[in-house]
């Protein structure tokens, strides 16, 4: 798992370290010193930590005019014993939500499992973003299968074009317009 790094090809257009509107404003990575492990397992010290054993991510971009959030994610999702939403929640997406952001793209392939509980943390997300959306952008076909156990689809959108965007090689801009045309045509 250490060799799975962070997207970097939007880099030089956004850092969440070096903006102070960020919940990650002045956070700092090594890059080489491996400390954060899920089970046991050493990843890559770019990611950064919002508080769970398990689940780590990478704020990739944002753009507050657009009040657009793109967040990439690695690890096991557990909703059941670490409560992974809520620290997602507090310490991430309630801070970037009261910045502007409405409209957040989850970019999942690194997510390996999915736990589920209740989904009330979901339910205030989608009721935070209003006039917004959720984005799951290529999550594995089993971890759908298990959020949607958990009604988790029902705040957040998945599947279909949604698991063949090939999102690298987008500029960020470019992929929030796309996936907005693909959520704007399910929404009617």
Same mark, same amino acid.
């Given at each position: 798992m250490h060799t799975i790094e962070p997207h970097y090809n939007w /880099?030089?257009?956004?850092?969440? #370290?070096? =903006?102070?509107?960020?919940?990650?404003?002045?956070?700092?990575?090594?890059?080489?010193?491996?400390?954060?492990?899920?089970?046991?397992?050493? /990843?890559?010290?770019?990611?950064? #930590?919002? =508080?769970?054993?398990?689940l780590f991510l990478k704020i990739l971009f944002v753009d507050y005019d657009e009040g657009i959030g793109i967040i990439e994610l690695l690890g096991e999702w557990n909703d059941a014993i670490e409560n992974d939403v809520m620290q997602l929640k507090r310490n991430i997406i309630d801070l970037m939500v009261h910045e502007g952001i409405r409209k957040f793209i989850l970019v999942g392939e690194n997510v390996f499992n999915f736990h589920g509980s209740d989904d009330s943390y979901y339910e205030e997300w989608f009721e935070d973003v209003e006039d917004g959306w959720i984005a799951g952008l290529n999550f594995a076909e089993h971890v759908i299968r298990e959020m949607r156990q958990y009604n988790v689809d029902s705040y957040i959108n998945f599947g279909g074009q949604l698991d063949e965007l090939p999102w690298r090689t987008y500029a960020p801009r470019k992929l929030f317009k796309a996936v907005d045309k693909i959520i704007g045509h399910r929404l009617g």
């Open positions: /880099i030089d257009q956004y850092s969440a #370290s070096e =903006d102070p509107r960020s919940p990650l404003f002045e956070a700092e990575n090594s890059l080489d010193t491996f400390t954060n492990t899920i089970y046991g397992y050493y /990843i890559h010290p770019q990611w950064d #930590s919002l =508080d769970s054993d398990t």
